[in-house]
């Protein structure tokens, strides 16, 4: 099976809103930078959802998508994983390290994909 960047990406965010994740930002790198497509940055708010979204995160790619991470970095206690994909790169952050890095606003420039989740509206 063969899916497109933006369609991995939407089905991370999909995954990440199940799991509860607040502030679902994708970015669109493709004008950016060569290293991967999209940026998808969520917010969780202990170890046990950063734990929770990151399982959801890799097993929904690896079961709808047929992809699993080329990387992870950062489980185990850390306030910030990252899951590498190629043309997705997934972070997944508690608020103090989404605060201290503020990946958006590094990649300010970088247009916001449209996500419509149906968890995040609720929150």
Known sequence: MTVTSL??????ATAADDKKATDIVLLDLRDATDVCDYFLICTVQNNPQLDAV?????????????????????RGGSSWVLMDYGALVVHVFKPEARDYYRLERLWGDA???ELGLEGEAAR
Do not use: F, H
């Not at 369609?7 to 991370?12: G, I, P």
């Not at 890799?58 to 047929?66: D, F, H, S, V």
């Open 7 to 12: 369609e991995l990406a939407k089905a991370a």
């Open 54 to 74: 990151t399982e959801e995160v890799k097993n929904r790619l690896a079961a709808e998508c047929g992809e699993k991470p080329v990387s992870t970095e950062g």
């Open 111 to 113: 247009p916001r994909v």
